[in-house]
């Protein structure tokens, strides 16, 4: 099977196309033709050496996590899927993920049924970023109707789809990100727009009940000065140090959490999430495909950080030689 080989990290120029042999299922794992694999910072920073606690696995071997695809064969010991099924989801974190290849391997905890309203390339979108996005808001930050949400990075990967969700919770959206992406973000359900280029959120906003972080740095502390007394700051980039948390506890009642997908991702939230897209609560939108000889330039390209939605790589046009 085609599939694209990580030869060592610290460089996405060590990526290249290689033709392996197809993974045999175990006997709790489903085999899986991919047809589509959805990119996430993730990948890249994996990739680049940047996460090494998340490399389990020798070198070399096939990167990718978010997958949509068609069951093949199956395992003796699963039953929920059968040949055929088409299913969405999150290979296994950390170590290598395999969604960039015409099959890989997963087991029950980490796919769903594909949602019928969508295609394998908009399912491939949804794992990873919906459930970070749905962890965050609810199971991290118990975001209630009513509550004035701020999400950074509104029109990325986590954060289209967190405005979508807010807003059907009833939450009031407030959202960040440059000009060109205002107009998506008022269709998605932002009912604020902050443009990060022109203007500082700390002196347009105030008594903010949640803050979504998905860009970390500076934006964290700054966003401190926004919440209200007894607001919850979920972030997602990278965990603040206990003393930083503690500082923004005592000095600003402010409940600063990390919230970690790769510990935390479980199948009840992916299949809420299914739900939830399925009910048309939430649609992932999917600024480009890429074909699997170009992950490499999709990598990159979500490393400059202004994807719009999700990128995508579709796997369904390729041959198994
Ligand atoms: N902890 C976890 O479990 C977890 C899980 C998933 C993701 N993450 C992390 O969460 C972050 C977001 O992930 P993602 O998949 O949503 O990323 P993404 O899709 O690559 O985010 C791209 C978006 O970021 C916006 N952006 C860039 N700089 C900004 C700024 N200063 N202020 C506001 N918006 C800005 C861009 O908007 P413009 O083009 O308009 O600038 C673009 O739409 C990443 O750091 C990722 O690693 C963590």
Redesign the pocket.
Known sequence: MKSIQLQETGGIETLHQEGVPRPEPGRDEYLVRVHAAGI???DW?ICRGMLPHLLDTDLPWIPGWDVSGVIESVGTNVTEFDPGDAVCGMSRLPGAGGAFAEYTTMSDDEITAKPDSLSHEEAAAVP??GQ?AFHALYNEGGLNTGEALFV?????????MAVQFASHTGARVIG??????EEILRDLGVDEFVN??EERFEDVLDGVDFVLD???GD?LERSIEIVQPGGVVVT???PPSQEAVRRYQDENNADVR?????M?SDPVTLQQVAAHVEAGVVTPRVSDVYPLSEVQDALDR?AE??????LVVNLSEATDD
């Open positions: 996430n910072p993730l920073l990873m970023a970070t950074h990075a509104a029109a990325g990967g986590v954060g289209h960040t990100a440059s000009g060109r992406n990060y280029r998905a860009v970390g934006v997602l980039p990278e990390f919230f970690d997908v790769i935390d979500s950080g202004h994807v719009r939605g999700k």
